[in-house]
């Protein structure tokens, strides 16, 4: 059965350093999208993106985030100038397409800022 | 997207069926009933949605009320493996995002 992949499973950076966290999603899926988990609380929505940009990203996306779809395989997520606070099990997700769809998501991917 | 409310935590034994609530009281016309579960800290897994006739997979069945103001999930016969986090998410028919609250976390105990 096919999933979304991510890598790598645990970062470990430096608090200012920047950081990129990447995803495969499912082959045929169009919709990609980022949520974030900070420990002992809710999943967090991030960030969807369709057809090389952005269709919607909540108030946690700010200029120090930003995504990208380098390749027809990838899609990753930048923290430009990481934060203690941005330490967080990140999930990629992807769909078919954008309603009325099940997301699959990947496995996480844990963030630890020291 | 409306709220939705359920109980944070229940039990179920193993072999029984699991009833998991969720009030959705302020549902729109155009909000599709959405549930995700979580097992431990692995990424969240669609489990089945509905907009208001009742709905059967091969995990679970999704009842919903005829007035759409709340829904059950049946897990037909719990195994220990359904011990998770489930979450009940109000989606509107246009909208990607989904916005996940507290969940229910239930215990499938032997």
């Known amino acids: 059965e096919p999933e979304v992949t991510q890598t790598p499973s645990h970062q470990v950076t430096q608090m200012g350093q920047e950081v990129i966290l990447r995803c495969v999603p499912i082959?045929?899926?169009?919709?990609f999208y980022w949520y974030r988990q900070i420990l002992g609380q809710k999943v967090e929505f991030l960030v969807s993106?369709?057809?090389?940009?952005?269709?919607?990203k909540s108030e946690i996306f700010d200029d120090q985030f930003s995504v990208e779809r380098p390749d027809g395989s990838n899609f990753t997520l930048k923290i430009r100038s990481t934060k203690l606070e941005d330490s967080a099990m990140y999930f990629c997700?992807?769909?078919?397409?954008?309603?009325?769809?099940?997301?699959?998501f990947g496995p996480g991917t844990r963030l630890t800022v020291l | 997207d409306a709220k939705t409310t359920q109980p944070p935590s229940m039990d179920c034994a193993e072999g029984r069926a699991a009833n998991l609530p969720c009030n959705h009281s302020t549902i729109s016309g155009n909000e599709y009933v959405y549930w995700y579960r979580q097992i431990h800290s692995q990424g969240p897994q669609y489990i089945i949605h509905g907009l208001k006739n009742n709905e059967t997979n091969e995990m679970a069945s999704l009842i919903i009320t005829e007035d759409r103001k709340s829904s059950t999930l049946i897990l037909p016969h719990a195994t220990l493996r359904d011990t998770a986090v489930y979450y009940c998410?109000?989606?509107?028919?246009?909208?990607?995002?989904?916005?996940f609250g507290g969940g229910t976390r239930v215990l499938v105990k032997p």
């Open positions: 993106f369709y057809n090389n940009e952005i269709s919607e």
């Open positions: 997700a992807s769909s078919v397409q954008s309603s009325y769809n099940e997301q699959f």
């Open positions: 998410i109000a989606v509107k028919a246009a909208g990607n995002k989904l916005t």
């Open positions: 082959s045929n899926h169009l919709y």
